[in-house]
């Protein structure tokens, strides 16, 4: 079976990826004319654990193929997956442009049959306008060709999307036709040979289902967080409400754990378009409001713990980072804690020394060399006032303490994910604060 993947990346590289992984022929389509001769040259154009290996594999056996021009490939395909960005709009809304876009090129350029897949993150209603986009061109062209369109949302996370693509819980497929199931059955059943776990369902339902599962998530964290903020104030610890509630089945022990805010491409823009598509239809999401107000606040809970640390007096203090991607394993800074972290301590005057083991490329893309970018862990804590932990990178958790305390002017350290042990940050002589704990 031949496809095409309009959008080339995380979503889009990983998932053309996966399929030629399992025998599929794969175009992947980029209007990024750079990102295309990188790939074609076998360089990346993001880090994700097991990718460049899979990419260059595929592309030796002649499975996977990248290229700029979609109607190239148009007619070879029987399914052309969209994955292409869907950035909030002005006003919260995800924003079309590109996701219509890219139907109005298959309606243009189209001769035969084809299943459009919108796996693309897109509120209630947008398959029905990737229909009327393509109709609307072939009308144009005034030629009758059968097609179908699909919603098939992505679920797998930065840093483990290979694995999650691979194996994944479950496949959610929203489909109008048998023909269009079939097809969609056909790709997805190598993945799930001994357990076929593809839930199909209505296209509408499709849709939201996308959007409940990252509310809820983010829904989770929030929700500890405020549980967190909490535990400081009555002298509980979030850990150990962690492990008590996440025993209970219903609950579940994962997306539990406090820290310093969701950051990503996704939670903040999906939490903030559901909100969106529930207010056009008149309909006030409280919830979620509160998710997104408790995350903003807990952006800034490390910048606030060094403030109440030293006074308000945060002028001249030399603040050393561990981590600014959003998360660990992947170089990704949409949304990342450390931005907003990074904005506030150098408006209060502070000199910043910032270490991440891979995303300090990406940092300097999008603020530049207004930090300095240190070599190592223990370069970015020489004569440090305080060390913010923000990214749970596996490197953070076993330093050398010692080696640490002697570089520190101060020995604070003010952990954004709870990855020390209390007692062992007092034993080595640190004044050690977390969240919640
Ligand atoms: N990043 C993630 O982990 C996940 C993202 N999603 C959703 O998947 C979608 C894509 O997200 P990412 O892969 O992160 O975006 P991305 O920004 O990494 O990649 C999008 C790509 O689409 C390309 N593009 C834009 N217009 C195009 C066009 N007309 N033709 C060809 N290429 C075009 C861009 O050049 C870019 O390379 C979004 O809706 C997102 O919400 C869903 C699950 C996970
Ligand atoms: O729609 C998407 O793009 C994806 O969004 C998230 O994946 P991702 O953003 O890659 O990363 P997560 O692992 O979910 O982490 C998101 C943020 O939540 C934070 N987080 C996560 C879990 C937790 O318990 N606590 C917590 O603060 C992380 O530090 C990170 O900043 C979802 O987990 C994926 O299922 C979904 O496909």
Redesign the pocket.
């Known amino acids: 079976m031949k496809i095409a993947i ?9 998932s053309g990826t996966c399929f030629a992984e399992m025998g599929t022929e794969v175009f992947c ?4 004319t750079k ?1 295309i001769e990188n790939l074609n040259n076998g360089i990346m ?2 880090y994700e654990p097991g990718l460049e290996e899979m990419v260059n594999r595929n592309k030796k056996a002649g499975r996977l193929q990248f290229t ?1 021009d ?1 109607t190239e490939c148009l007619n070879e395909v029987e399914v052309v997956f ?6 909030p709009d002005e006003d919260g809304s ?1 924003d079309l ?3 219509l ?2 139907a109005r ?1 298959v309606g243009r350029n189209m001769t035969k049959y084809l299943l459009l897949v919108t ?4 509120p209630v209603g947008t398959a029905k306008k990737v229909r009327q986009t393509i109709q609307e061109e072939l009308d144009k062209r005034g030629l009758d060709i059968p097609f179908d369109v699909a919603s098939n ?6 840093g483990a ?1 290979i694995k999650d693509f691979m194996s994944p819980d479950r496949i959610v497929v929203g489909v109008e036709s048998e023909r269009a199931q079939e097809l969609m059955t056909r790709l997805y059943r190598p993945f799930l040979l001994n357990n076929f776990r593809v839930i199909f369902m209505d296209v509408p339902s499709a849709e939201m289902t ?1 959007y409940a599962a ?1 509310a809820m998530l983010a829904t989770r964290i929030s929700f500890m967080n405020d549980i967190a903020n909490l535990c400081e104030i009555v002298g509980a610890d979030v850990n150990m409400i962690r492990k008590g509630i996440g025993t209970d089945d219903r609950i579940g022990h994962r997306f539990l754990y406090a820290g310093c805010g969701y950051g ?3 939670f903040p ?2 939490v903030k378009a559901l909100i969106k598509t529930a207010n056009k239809s008149g309909y006030p999401m409280r919830i979620l409001q509160a998710v997104e107000d408790v995350n903003d606040e807990q952006k800034s809970i490390l910048f606030r713990k060094l403030e109440k640390q030293f006074g308000g007096q945060l002028q001249g203090r030399r603040i050393a980072i561990w981590g600014l991607a959003f998360k660990p394993e992947t170089d ?1 800074m ?1 949304e990342a804690p450390s931005l907003v972290i990074i904005d506030k301590l150098l408006k209060a005057g502070c000199d910043v020394r910032a270490y991440d083991p891979v995303a300090m490329d990406e940092s300097r893309r999008r603020i530049g060399d207004i930090i300095y970018y240190a070599k190592d862990i223990y370069d970015a804590v020489v004569d440090a006032d305080a060390l913010l932990l923000i990214t749970e990178w596996k490197e953070f958790r076993m330093p050398s303490w010692t080696a640490v305390h002697k570089l520190m002017a101060n020995p604070l350290v003010i952990d954004g994910r709870n990855i020390y042990d209390i007692k062992e940050m007092e034993e080595y002589g640190f004044e050690y604060h977390c969240i919640g704990r």
């Open positions: 309009v959008g080339t990346g995380y979503v889009g590289l990983v389509v980029d209007v990024d990102k154009p993001i700029t979609l969209s994955a292409v960005g869907t950035p995800a442009k590109y996701v876009e890219v090129t796996k693309s993150t897109v949302p992505e679920f797998l996370k930065e999307a996308k990252n990503g491409s996704c823009k999906d990704d949409r």
